[in-house]
């Protein structure tokens, strides 16, 4: 299976922060990486697919980069909404898989 | 609008079997592949099943494997989770997702199994 391996676990921010975070796989997946927010009590919410494409209505301070095994998630201007863990997932190949997950919190 | 409503989770006991159901609205069901994803409580996502739109091909984890069944009747728009065997390890919140080809546009809310003597 491939093993996505997300960093940091968790981060202390500040509203306005520029957030970066990585995920790493443990073998080529191409361009199919998706990220996830998922806020307390909520069910997951698709904001990032393969790799660098925003999905509907996603505002733009969400960016993806990255391609084969690095990949990145990058909130260019964090706002108090975006307090959430966000997940990694590789849709490369059954079984898919996810990140550990990076939880923001406010500093 | 896309609805997948997740229903039939509780408490069971180890060893014992339980059914979930998604009904799904809002999309033409049948043409699109549906899995189940589990959440344990203060834990990460679990893939854990996928299942054909037309039912002709199905995955598992390995955690799952043998133990889970997934299955699909495109005439009531609903996807089912049959689980057998539960363990402590399968407390969790299961979601159902549809895939847009690969990634989860749409979840449910998800319905909670608890597993427990």
């Known amino acids: 299976d491939i093993v996505m391996t997300q960093s940091p676990t968790s981060m202390s921010i500040s509203v306005g922060d520029r957030v970066t975070m990585n995920c790493k796989a443990s073998q080529n997946v191409g361009s199919n990486v998706d990220w996830y927010q998922q806020k307390t009590g909520q069910s997951p919410k698709l904001l990032i697919y393969k790799a660098s494409n925003r999905y509907t209505g996603v505002p733009d301070r969400f960016t993806g980069s990255g391609s084969g095994t690095d990949f990145t998630f990058t909130i260019s201007n964090m706002q108090a909404e975006d307090l959430a863990v966000y997940y990694c997932?590789?849709?490369?190949?059954?079984?898919?898989?996810f990140g550990a997950g990076t939880k923001l919190e406010l500093k | 609008e896309v609805q997948l409503v997740e229903s039939g989770g509780g408490l069971v006991q180890p060893g014992s079997s339980l059914k979930l159901s998604c009904v799904a609205s809002?999309?033409?069901?049948?043409?699109?592949?549906m899995h189940w994803i589990r959440q344990a409580p203060k834990k990460g996502l679990e893939w854990i099943a996928l299942i054909y739109y037309d039912s002709s091909n199905k995955y598992y984890a390995d955690s799952v494997k043998g133990r889970f069944t997934i299955s699909r009747d495109n005439s009531k728009n609903t996807l089912y989770l049959e689980m057998n065997s539960l363990r402590s390890e399968d407390t969790a919140m299961y979601y159902c997702a549809k895939t847009n080809p690969n990634w989860f546009a749409y979840w449910g809310q998800g319905t909670l199994v608890t597993v427990s003597s």
């Open positions: 809002g999309f033409t069901f049948s043409s699109y592949n």
């Open positions: 997932m590789q849709s490369n190949s059954y079984p898919y898989t």
